[in-house]
């Protein structure tokens, strides 16, 4: 297993080493010792799957009290995942970064606490399974409009979107609660946000 930087050094490809013979193939998906050598630390809680369309947009989500690192990875189809960062003093505030996931590459996202997630289908169907480090709080979660254009994120069918009704709700960049500060999931504090 290997990690490779994104744009946004938090925000971390994870690649497995796959073995592969005549019955098949084989693959550690997850392992706590080897992530934590890539600075990927912290105990996961909760496993969420999903299965979307073509052209679903799922995202861009994000809990603004009790913040969730995830782990995504793509078990079948095509997408293209994006994470943006709401950490208003990280040097990476409002960036973004996107990666494609596929059941043949079978590379991983792993994107800190302090970030918007979500996801373009690009295949027929995919479905999508993530690791959490934090309980899903409903109360407590947000929505980043996906195609803010002051976020500039370069989805790859943006005009074909299919889009639930709450996240054809999200909210603007401008007016977006982000993270002020992180660490103990206590010390976050809902803000307005600054477009950069």
Request: proline residues 5%.
């Amino acid at each position: 297993m290997k990690a490779v930087a994104t744009t946004i050094a938090d925000v971390q490809i994870i690649e497995p080493d796959v073995f592969e013979d005549n019955r098949g193939s084989f693959f550690e998906s997850y392992n706590e010792r080897v992530l934590a050598e890539f600075g990927i630390s912290g105990r996961f809680v909760q496993d969420n799957q999903s299965f979307s369309r073509r052209d679903v947009v799922r995202g861009l989500h994000y809990q603004i009290q009790q913040p969730q690192g995830k782990l995504i990875r793509c078990l079948s189809g095509e997408i293209f995942d994006v994470a943006v960062d709401l950490r208003r003093h990280s040097p990476t505030f409002c960036q973004w970064v996107g990666q494609t996931l596929s059941g043949s590459n079978r590379q991983m996202l792993w994107i800190p606490p302090g970030f918007a997630h979500g996801f373009m289908v690009l295949s027929e169907g995919a479905e999508v399974l993530y690791k959490a480090t934090d309980f899903y709080a409903p109360k407590h979660e947000r929505t980043l409009l996906w195609n803010d254009a002051a976020m500039k994120i370069d989805w790859p069918r943006k005009h074909r979107a299919i889009l639930s009704a709450k996240d054809l709700a999200g909210k603007t960049l401008d007016h977006a609660e982000v993270y002020e500060q992180m660490g103990h999931p206590a010390e976050n504090t809902p803000a307005r946000a600054v477009a950069s």
